[in-house]
């Protein structure tokens, strides 16, 4: 599988914060929307964090307490054979709400919402999800296991090529298993010096620690309204 990690940044590395709103980053913005076309991939693959910034419903609403106790397999709702986009949302606990297993934002094809869940999910959050008929994969104990999770998009949605769209703990993630096979990097012209905003790539406390990895230019372009775009090779140790 193809994996290509596809980020807007800062001048300073950052993910989000008030560089957004600046009228100067917003031809980067464009371009990086435009530039997702460039990779064909068949999903996208987002945080818990990002994906309640704007693309699930909010946090899951109260759920009833005694649920039936549903097997922690994975689920493979039948409309996922009718759809060929797919977004892959990273949810250990099973804490995003949803009011459809479709996902359609502006611009963008319907996709089919496939949630990510660790052994810690509750039998009431599995339930939930079926009744909306959203797609489920178990990946991992406690902590989601990248290897794994990519072993099941392919053989369950036949998924040959993933975009990793962030936060910066999961695409550090997949990088320090060696998964990331192009780091794309849109480079906005504006900084706000946020100490507090999150970084392209961030390692978690609970993740183990790991040598510095190193990239070799593929190709830079400047954008419009001085913007860039960087592609890079991560240069894994052989």
């Known amino acids: 599988m193809f994996v290509v990690c596809h980020m807007l940044a800062s001048l300073d590395g950052k993910i989000d914060g008030d560089f957004f709103g ?6 980067a913005l464009a371009a990086y929307g435009n530039l997702r076309e460039f990779y064909h991939c068949q999903a996208t693959l987002y945080g818990t964090t990002t994906m309640l910034g704007g693309f699930a419903d909010g946090p899951a609403p109260a759920l009833p307490a005694g649920a039936k106790a549903y097997p922690k397999e994975d689920y493979i709702d039948a409309m996922s054979r009718k759809m060929d986009q797919f977004v892959v949302s990273i949810d250990p606990k099973g804490v995003l709400g949803w009011s459809s297993n479709v996902m359609a934002k502006r611009g963008r094809a319907p996709t089919h919402v ?21 797609s489920y994969l ?19 949605f036949g998924i040959q090529r993933l975009m990793v769209a962030g936060g910066g703990v999961i695409n550090w993630s997949f990088l320090q298993e060696g998964l990331i096979d192009e780091l794309s990097l849109v480079i906005a ?18 993740l183990p620690p790991h040598p ?11 954008l419009e309204e001085d ?5 890079y090779t991560p240069k894994y140790p052989q």
């Open 114 to 134: 496939i949630e990510v869940l660790t052994r810690q999910v509750s039998s009431s959050y599995l339930a939930y999800l079926q009744q909306l008929g959203i």
């Open 138 to 156: 178990f990946a991992g104990e406690d902590r989601l296991d990248c290897c794994l999770l990519l072993q099941k998009l392919e053989q369950y």
């Open 212 to 222: 510095p990895v190193a990239f070799a230019l593929k190709e830079v372009k400047l």
């Open 189 to 206: 012209p504006a900084a706000d010096g946020n100490t507090t905003s999150v970084s392209i790539l961030e390692r978690a406390d609970y």
């Open 227 to 231: 913007g860039l775009w960087l592609r």
């Open 22 to 27: 600046v009228p100067e980053a917003a031809p």
